[in-house]
């Protein structure tokens, strides 16, 4: 696929749809983190990078005694987590 013109700075909604397109196609498994970095128009590492940060975040959702355990240490309080 080529690469369409992107343009220098991207708004919130439009940096949204790039997080969940990317997402989607990660999700999907049919291609590779470097064919979504060129699809989306972004570096390989930058789709890893999303990928092992989203990968960190749902695994904190599926163990919420873990994150409150880091507030806790930090002596911080929390009421809600989400």
């Known amino acids: 696929m080529a690469m369409t013109w992107q343009p220098r700075v991207l708004t ?5 749809e790039h997080r969940r397109e990317r997402a ?3 999700r999907a498994g049919r291609l590779t983190q470097a064919a979504i970095a060129r699809q989306l128009g972004v570096s390989r590492m930058g789709v890893e990078i999303r990928y092992r940060v989203d990968d960190g975040f749902a695994r904190l959702r599926r163990r ?3 994150l409150l355990s880091f507030f806790h240490h930090a002596g911080l309080v929390v009421n809600q987590l989400w």
């Open 12 to 16: 919130h909604q439009q940096l949204e």
């Open 24 to 26: 989607r196609l990660l």
């Open 64 to 66: 919420p005694e873990l």
